[in-house]
């Protein structure tokens, strides 16, 4: 029983930045893995940003390196995803993820992300 809602996404110019927030309620205990997902139309699910424990290392997908940071703010049970210099490749739907077991079995609706040049 648990659910994951994600907000902040939107449309921004090439260069510009958007702060992805995703909201976990329900039985948060189960939550060890979170996460950051994205799928642009035709093309698969990437791993974007997450980690595998709280207080485990962040990884990061290449693409994103050195413009986007993950970060879990475990008080208020919400992780983010702030990302800057943002790049008209990175328009996609951006979803939020986590499960236990280290494991991503839990799924936000996503949020739309959509850079112009």
């Known amino acids: 029983q648990v659910q994951l809602a994600e907000s902040g996404g939107g449309l921004v110019q090439a260069g510009g930045s958007l702060r992805l927030s995703c909201a976990a309620s329900?039985?948060?205990?189960?939550?060890?893995?979170m996460g950051w997902f994205r799928q642009a139309p035709g093309k698969t699910r990437e791993f974007v940003a997450g980690?595998?424990?709280?207080?485990?290392?962040?990884n990061y997908a290449d693409s994103v390196k050195g413009r986007f940071t993950f970060s879990r703010d475990n008080a208020r049970n919400t992780v983010y995803l702030q990302m800057n210099s943002l790049k008209p490749e990175d328009t996609a739907v951006y979803y939020c993820?986590?499960?236990?077991?280290?494991?991503?079995?839990?799924w936000g609706q996503g949020t739309q992300v959509t850079v112009s040049s």
């Open positions: 329900g039985r948060t205990l189960n939550l060890r893995a």
């Open positions: 993820a986590g499960g236990p077991n280290n494991l991503y079995t839990y």
């Open positions: 980690n595998k424990w709280n207080g485990g290392p962040t």
